[in-house]
């Protein structure tokens, strides 16, 4: 329950974070396009963890350093 919590809390404080960085940029009056570089500036990162944590599970360390033999590989 505390993990729910922890990543409920986490992931709203990212997109209270992202909003407040484009209303500062739309309160001092920067460009449209400045506004935008900043929010897909702030999402950019979000979406790179999504779609890594859709793939395969990483590999173990030992999976990396040495081969993995099969049965039919002797």
Known sequence: MLNTM???WVVGAYVATLAL???I??????????TVFLFVLGVTPA?????????A???TPAEILYRVRA???R
């Open 6 to 8: 922890r990543q409920s």
């Open 21 to 23: 960085m484009v209303a």
């Open 25 to 34: 940029s739309l309160a001092v009056e920067a460009d449209l396009s400045t």
């Open 47 to 55: 979406i790179v963890i999504a779609v890594l944590a859709g793939g």
């Open 57 to 59: 599970p990483s590999p």
């Open 71 to 73: 049965r039919t590989d």
